[in-house]
């Protein structure tokens, strides 16, 4: 049974950084991917960031890029997002997800497993 469990949430002022891991059992598949989702308050889920784990792409949505870095530890089945100079609009719940499809889009509606969320609170 696969299990995603996600930590490092919390409030921080705009301009700051947070860093969230995601720690993963149960990962008995040769090739999948693994991704960052986020839901803002009366806002749909969207992609955040995410690694196809066997060729080791990252892609990241535009709104984030060049403030968030992905990055994974083989060894521990585990991912991290630094969020460097965070704005209220980072505001949300984070999630972590896995794809058994490698060859994700990153759609939500495509991911099998979800984590329960971190809550991220970016202060103006």
């Known amino acids: 049974q696969v299990q995603l469990v996600e930590s490092g949430g919390g409030l921080v002022q705009a301009g700051g950084s947070l860093e969230l891991s995601c720690a993963a059992s149960?990962?008995?598949?040769?090739?999948?991917?693994m991704g960052w989702f986020r839901q803002a308050p009366g806002k749909e889920r969207e992609f955040v960031a995410g690694i196809k784990w066997s060729g080791g792409r990252i892609d990241y949505a535009d709104p984030v890029k060049g403030r968030f870095t992905m990055s994974r530890d083989n060894a521990k089945n585990t991912v991290s997002l630094q969020m460097n100079s965070l704005k209220p609009e980072d505001t949300a719940v984070y999630y972590c997800?896995?794809?058994?499809?490698?060859?994700?889009?990153?759609?939500?509606?495509?991911?099998?497993?979800w984590g329960k969320g971190t809550l991220v609170t970016v202060s103006s």
């Open positions: 149960g990962l008995a598949f040769s090739s999948f991917a």
């Open positions: 997800a896995v794809d058994r499809n490698s060859w994700t889009r990153w759609s939500s509606s495509a991911m099998d497993y």
